[in-house]
């Protein structure tokens, strides 16, 4: 696996990739790989003739207070597991080469930006999308590919390829969980033993909204009032949102019919987890 440092580099790979005929798939990280990093590279592998990472824990969408100085590093470990995979090419530029000196161009998606985490950590979707927007501009994939655990970002996503007229597919990959259900982030490092378990509440409680769901509720206040009532009644966690809304809007619906995302966002000590379902 080659690992490339700056812009002008890897254009000139991708864009070699890109002559040869190859069908250049993507998967952008910030790194602290585990498996749900690496079931986007095997999607990727199988849908694209050769796959391209990167590594990058961007300043720009951590808010003052949060976690960027703690965020979990393990370049070494994830370079072996990507070359493992059978991944191409890496980049993994420092934060002077994706945004030098004098760069003052940021891309805010309006509206969906500021609903969910966007509400939460006002300037996150914002940080998001510039960085994201600049590796697309970089890599010139054929298909880019993220998580369904971050839902909100894959809505905001796809709002800003639909506005900037990107030419690459955005694919949506299902969440990947441990056995006993909680879905996986690098975040859940973080956690003490007593905490992992308190952060169960969150697949638990969207189970049992599920069940509900098939059981025929549909009104989201219900449902909503069933969440709140088992996430406020944890120890250890508290809640920053539980919603029902349109995937691709984020914006609230009244019923939870097909299609509709319930995600919720709470944090579990000092660290913040999200989770979501859609309503098959």
Same mark, same amino acid.
């Given at each position: 696996?080659?690992?490339?440092?700056?812009?002008?580099?890897? @254009?000139?790979?991708?864009?070699?990739?890109?002559?040869?005929?190859?069908?250049?798939?993507?998967?952008?990280?910030?790194?602290?790989?585990?498996?749900?990093?690496?079931?986007?590279?095997?999607?990727?592998?199988?849908?694209?003739?050769?796959?391209?990472?990167?590594?990058?824990?961007?300043?720009?969408?951590?808010?003052?207070?949060?976690?960027?100085?703690?965020?979990?590093?393990?370049?070494?470990?994830?370079?072996? @597991?990507?070359?493992?995979?059978?991944?191409?090419?890496?980049?993994?530029?420092?934060?002077?080469?994706?945004?030098? =000196?004098?760069?003052?161009?940021?891309?805010?998606?309006?509206?969906?930006?500021?609903?969910? *985490?966007?509400?939460?950590?006002?300037?996150?979707?914002?940080?998001?999308?510039?960085?994201?927007?600049?590796?697309?501009?970089?890599?010139?994939?054929?298909?880019?590919?993220?998580?369904?655990?971050?839902?909100?970002?894959?809505?905001?996503?796809?709002?800003?390829? @639909?506005?900037?007229?990107?030419?690459?597919?955005?694919?949506?990959?299902?969440?990947?969980? *441990?056995?006993?259900?909680?879905?996986? =982030?690098?975040?859940?490092?973080?956690?003490?033993?007593?905490?992992?378990? @308190?952060?169960?509440?969150?697949?638990?409680?969207?189970?049992?909204? +599920?069940?509900?769901?098939?059981?025929?509720?549909?009104?989201?206040?219900?449902?909503?009032?069933?969440?709140?009532?088992?996430?406020?009644?944890?120890?250890?966690?508290?809640?920053?949102?539980?919603?029902?809304?349109?995937?691709?809007?984020?914006?609230?619906?009244?019923?939870?019919? +097909?299609?509709?995302?319930?995600?919720?966002?709470?944090?579990?000590?000092?660290?913040?987890?999200?989770?979501?379902?859609?309503?098959?």
């Amino acid at each position: 696996m080659q690992v490339v440092k700056s812009v002008a580099e890897m @254009q000139d790979i991708c864009r070699k990739l890109r002559r040869g005929g190859e069908a250049l798939g993507f998967v952008p990280t910030m790194g602290a790989l585990h498996e749900g990093h690496l079931s986007l590279i095997r999607r990727a592998r199988a849908e694209c003739q050769v796959v391209a990472a990167s590594i990058f824990v961007n300043p720009l969408q951590f808010a003052p207070g949060e976690d960027f100085a703690q965020y979990p590093r393990t370049f070494e470990e994830d370079c072996r @597991q990507l070359d493992t995979e059978g991944v191409a090419v890496l980049f993994a530029p420092e934060a002077e080469e994706m945004y030098p =000196s004098g760069a003052v161009t940021l891309v805010t998606v309006s509206g969906i930006g500021d609903r969910l *985490d966007g509400a939460s950590r006002p300037g996150h979707f914002t940080g998001v999308a510039t960085v994201v927007a600049k590796l697309f501009h970089v890599v010139a994939p054929a298909r880019a590919y993220f998580g369904q655990k971050d839902a909100a970002q894959l809505a905001v996503l796809r709002q800003m390829v @639909q506005d900037l007229n990107f030419d690459l597919e955005l694919v949506g990959c299902e969440i990947v969980r *441990d056995r006993d259900g909680l879905a996986l =982030s690098s975040r859940n490092k973080y956690l003490s033993g007593k905490e992992r378990d @308190q952060a169960l509440v969150l697949s638990r409680t969207l189970n049992q909204m +599920k069940q509900s769901i098939s059981s025929r509720e549909r009104q989201s206040a219900a449902l909503l009032q069933l969440g709140k009532d088992a996430l406020n009644g944890t120890e250890g966690v508290r809640l920053d949102y539980l919603a029902i809304v349109d995937s691709r809007t984020l914006l609230p619906v009244p019923s939870a019919e +097909k299609g509709v995302l319930v995600a919720v966002a709470a944090y579990v000590g000092r660290t913040r987890l999200i989770d979501n379902f859609l309503i098959a």
